[in-house]
């Protein structure tokens, strides 16, 4: 992984704005990097500022998926909702994702995500634009920094097996 160290260039762009540089790069060259998902944590700790997080994010070159979490503008969208409702995909949804399931599987509700915590956190108080509108249900598992965009297939294929969402449920006792 490179290693980025920040030093801001000012450079004329074609619109006459302003772009932050690093020595290896963007911010958004940095988050691109980790899967197209970084925390502000991870950004400010690589060098950049809270001015360049503002100027970057103005500029669309990286969006705001939450408080905290930062991502590429060509992420897909469910992946922008769950990182905007609390982490990344999980259970039918991360499946969906892979391509593991069919979007008519009897399990996958549209208007339903489901989304990965670590085991001991909280879902989040407040969620992102890109997460309203949606009910989420919450999956325990260990995450791991590599995967972002959703837990791993095996995983989301257990949590499938032992989902609570109630649709699922339902679902089962058709075939039961």
């Known amino acids: 992984m490179p290693t980025y160290t920040v030093q801001v260039r000012a450079s004329r762009l074609a619109r006459g704005t302003l772009d932050v540089m690093g020595k290896g790069g963007r911010i958004a060259d940095y988050v691109g990097d980790r899967g197209g998902i970084a925390s502000y944590g991870d950004i400010i700790s690589a060098g950049w500022t809270e001015d360049d997080l503002r100027f970057a994010s103005g500029r669309r070159s990286i969006v705001a998926l939450r408080r905290g979490w930062y991502g590429s ?14 982490g990344p995909l999980a259970c039918i949804s991360a499946l969906i994702h892979f391509g593991e399931a069919d979007e008519r599987h ?71």
Do not use: I
């Open 73 to 86: 503008p060509d992420l897909p969208a469910a992946v922008r909702s769950a990182w905007a409702a609390g």
């Open 106 to 176: 009897p399990a996958h509700d549209p208007a339903v995500l489901h989304v990965a915590l670590t085991r001991h956190a909280k879902p989040p108080r407040t969620v992102g634009r890109d997460a309203q509108g949606f009910s989420v249900v919450w999956h325990y598992a260990e995450l791991d920094d590599r995967r972002r965009h959703a837990v791993d297939p095996m995983v989301a294929r257990q949590q499938l097996a032992h989902c609570r969402d109630p649709m699922l449920r339902e679902v089962r006792n058709q075939r039961g």
